[in-house]
T-cell receptor, first 113, second 110 residues
Framework: NAGVTQTPKFRILKIGQSMTLQCTQD?????MYWYRQDPGMGLKLIYYSVGAGITDKGEVPNGYNVSRSTTEDFPLRLELAAPSQTSVYFC????????????FGDGTRLSIL | DQQVKQNSPSLSVQEGRISILNCDYTNSMFDYFLWYKKYPAEGPTFLISISSIKDKNEDGRFTVFLNKSAKHLSLHIVPSQPGDSAVYFCAAQGGNKLVFGAGTILRVKS
């Protein structure tokens, strides 16, 4: 019963490097999300998708890109890593809005040095 | 601009007693409110929710109360157990966005 799977769990990047955080879900959810959580703060929405081929910006999209070519996968791309992007990243999925809660992966801890 | 606030960073409760976690919000357009629990090195896990048209929702030991006029909700855990020790996030949904509070660390002492 995998749910939402994120890889990698940990990563250290140098300033200016690029990487992709992977997220896949096996619940056939149409809605997927990327959040970041900074120390002592709540989760902030980076990007979300309401279905394959459809993505939209959240609260803090600058410095990130996403794509949604399949229902299962929703990768998050950092093009030019900056120290301000040091954070824990969570991917989530849900069947919709309202009373359908989001299911989260276990997160990717990313450090930019 | 924090639309969802959890003003207590931490709470310590004795096992068997009631835990009350509080949350305030500013946007009257929120239509669903949810509580998530998070253990270290894991993602948040959904706990309980309430629609804006209700004032109470109960699920076992967990009850959420909503006071729309005060823009306030609370989560009651009775009785509290050591396994309830975690970070609790309040979240509010409006339109297509879920806005999270900063979380409250609950410690249940045995």
């Amino acid at each position: 019963n995998a749910g939402v799977t994120q890889t990698p769990k940990f990563r250290i990047l140098k300033i200016g490097q690029s990487m992709t955080l992977q997220c896949t879900q096996d619940m056939n959810h149409n809605y997927m999300y990327w959040y970041r959580q900074d120390p002592g703060m709540g989760l902030k929405l980076i990007y979300y998708s309401v279905g394959a081929g459809i993505t939209d910006k959240g609260e803090v999209p600058n410095g990130y890109n996403v794509s949604r070519s399949t229902t299962e996968d929703f990768p998050l791309r950092l093009e030019l890593a900056a120290p301000s992007q040091t954070s824990v990243y969570f991917c989530a999925s849900s069947g919709g809005w309202g009373d359908q809660p989001q299911h989260f992966g276990d997160g990717t801890r990313l450090s930019i040095l | 601009d924090q639309q969802v606030k959890q003003n207590s960073p931490s709470l310590s409760v004795q096992e068997g007693r009631i835990s009350i976690l509080n949350c305030d919000y500013t946007n009257s357009m929120f239509d669903y409110f949810l509580w998530y629990k998070k253990y270290p090195a894991e993602g948040p896990t959904f706990l309980i929710s309430i629609s804006s048209i209700k004032d109470k929702n109960e699920d076992g030991r967990f009850t959420v109360f909503l006071n729309k006029s005060a823009k306030h909700l609370s989560l009651h855990i009775v009785p509290s157990q050591p396994g309830d020790s975690a970070v609790y996030f309040c979240a509010a949904q409006g339109g297509n966005k879920l806005v999270f509070g900063a979380g409250t660390i609950l410690r249940v002492k045995s």
